[in-house]
Every structure is written in structure tokens, then in C-alpha cells.
């Protein structure tokens, strides 16, 4: 399940300003987590993954970082932009199997 | 860019009948999944399918469905006896061959609405 707390359903910011996107997982043997983004009416598009064998992945743009203690992973978007604008949605990979379990997403909403 | 795709991009149909839904995954994928989403709610697992056999399948993939992979290039999902509880976005995904978790490619989804 979700820690509560760190789950905000709606994110809003200002374009050029930094975003910080939270999620909790639940299962504390997942191996592979991934970030997806979804515009309205399209499909879950990959952002970014990492391994748990790490804490930090810098992409173009966006970081994402692991704290395997307590099970937290976020998704970092600099000068976040209006495109930016979307449902952010983390992502698990429970060792051994093939499904993703998908957490809660987050609005992220730009305004110029 | 190579995507995955989908047909119908939506259907609307009674509950009790028969659904199929299209999919062309990525030519060179070996994995293949369906994922729902109920509007407004998180994207959840229903079955991933490898080497033409299901990997794994959720909760959610009872006997009403079935999934089948008719040629080399199709990936179908059936409902059999569709339920108001159906209606949702399916979505389509595949990974290459290194993968059966790594990167997954998805399609834009069949919304289906069932009445």
C-alpha cells in the first residue's frame, strides 16, 4: 500500500520551476522501478528506471532517486515545462515475475 | 520510432457479449502484457506472455478472459461475457528480448465501454 504522507494525488507548478514527485512501494524485494508519464488519452510512457543495486539515475531533465529504506522512490523534473503536464505514475518490479505494479499517479500541471 | 498499436481505439458494447481486442506489439518484442485502467485510477497488471504462453496473469485475468497470439504479429485479448465492470482502458504493451520487466512500450489503449 501507499505511505501516507508522501502521495500528493495533484502537483501544481510554475514552467522554469523544479518538480518533486513522490512515491511509496510496497514490496520491499523489488528489484526494478520505472517512471512512467501519461497525457491525457494516450498510454503510460517510459521517463526513466532504475535498479535497486542504485539510489541516483539522472536522465535528461529528470532524476530519479531510491531510498530502498523506506521504500521511496521520486522523480525530480527541472525547469519543468508546460509538456511537462501530465499523470506521473511510478512503477515496480517484483523479482521473479513479469507484471509492473503501478502506484497512484500524480497530476503534475504547468503554468506559464 | 517503432509503437506498439492498438484496435479498436474504442468499443462500446453490452454487457453479456463477447470482446476482442487488437494488438500489433513491436516487431522485434518477445514479451507482451495487457494493463487496464479504470478511469481515473492506476494502471494494474492483467497478463504478460512469452514464447506464445501466459508468464503470469493478476487476479483480475479470471476465466472471462483469454489472450492469444493468432500469427506473428497480432496479440488479442478476449472478454468473453463482458460485465459493467469491464469498462476501462486496455492497454497493450511489449519489450524487447532482453526484458521480460525491462522497458515496456505501450500502446495509446482500446477504451471499452460496456452498457
Known amino acids: 500500500g501507499e505511505s501516507v504522507g508522501l502521495h500528493l494525488p495533484t502537483l501544481s507548478v510554475q514552467e522554469g520551476d523544479n518538480s518533486i514527485i513522490n512515491c511509496a512501494y510496497s514490496n520491499s524485494a523489488s528489484d526494478y522501478f520505472i517512471w512512467y508519464k501519461q497525457e491525457s488519452g494516450k498510454g503510460p510512457q517510459f521517463i526513466i528506471d532504475i535498479r535497486s543495486n542504485m539510489d541516483k539515475r539522472q536522465g535528461q531533465r529528470v532524476t530519479v532517486l531510491l531510498n530502498k529504506t523506506v521504500k521511496h522512490l521520486s522523480l525530480q523534473i527541472a525547469a519543468t515545462q508546460p509538456g511537462d503536464s501530465a499523470v506521473y505514475f511510478c512503477?515496480?518490479?517484483?523479482?521473479?515475475?513479469?507484471?509492473?505494479?503501478f502506484g497512484k499517479g500524480t497530476t503534475l500541471s504547468v503554468s506559464s | 520510432e517503432p509503437e506498439v498499436t492498438q484496435t479498436p481505439s474504442h468499443q462500446v458494447t453490452q454487457m453479456g457479449q463477447e470482446v476482442i481486442l487488437r494488438c500489433v506489439p513491436i516487431?522485434?518484442?518477445?514479451?507482451f502484457y495487457w494493463y487496464r485502467q479504470i478511469l481515473g485510477q492506476k494502471v494494474e497488471f492483467l497478463v504478460s506472455f512469452y514464447n506464445n504462453e501466459i508468464s503470469e496473469k493478476s487476479e483480475i485475468f479470471d476465466d472471462q478472459f483469454s489472450v492469444e497470439r493468432p500469427d506473428g504479429s497480432n496479440f488479442t485479448l478476449k472478454i468473453r461475457s463482458t460485465k459493467l465492470e469491464d469498462s476501462a482502458m486496455y492497454f497493450c504493451?511489449?519489450?524487447?528480448?532482453?526484458?521480460?520487466?525491462?522497458?515496456?512500450?505501450f500502446g495509446e489503449g482500446s477504451r471499452l465501454t460496456v452498457l
Open positions: 504493451a511489449s519489450s524487447a528480448p532482453g526484458g521480460g520487466t525491462g522497458e515496456l512500450f
Open positions: 512503477a515496480e518490479a517484483p523479482p521473479g515475475g513479469t507484471a509492473l505494479i
Open positions: 516487431s522485434n518484442h518477445l514479451y
